[in-house]
Nanobody, 117 residues
Framework: QVQLVESGGGLVQPGGSLRLSCAAS????????MAWYRQAPGKQRELVAS???????NYAGSVKGRFTISKDNAKNTVYLQMNSLKPEDTAVYFC???????????WGQGTQVTVSS
């Protein structure tokens, strides 16, 4: 069974940084496309950043230049480095995996990020 466990969320002041981690188990990590989504109160879940099995990355316009997605296949972990955080980045951040051979779609439980002074 595929499990995704996020960590690294918390409270940070505007302009600060956080690094989220998502550890995957129960899957061949390198055969997954990985992504980070977020959902703010009263809003739909939105794609923040993605990284393919081959390492290609994509970012939402609102985070481009501030956030960086990366992964470590040896550690079965995907990261989201978030810099220059803004109050509008406040949301629950979810890790997502799409297992390429079956198109299976998996979600983590989410981690809260709050940007406030």
């Amino acid at each position: 069974q595929v499990q995704l466990v996020e960590s690294g969320g918390g409270l940070v002041q505007p302009g600060g940084s956080l690094r989220l981690s998502c550890a995957a188990s129960g899957t061949i990590f390198s055969w997954n496309d990985m992504a980070w989504y977020r959902q703010a109160p009263g809003k739909q879940r939105e794609l923040v950043a993605s990284i393919t099995s081959g390492g290609s990355t994509n970012y939402a316009g609102s985070v481009k230049g501030r956030f960086t997605i990366s992964k470590d296949n040896a550690k079965n972990t995907v990261y989201l480095q978030m810099n220059s955080l803004k109050p509008e980045d406040t949301a629950v951040y979810f890790c997502n995996a799409v297992y390429i051979p079956t198109n299976g779609n998996y979600w983590g439980q989410g981690t809260q990020v709050t940007v406030s002074s």
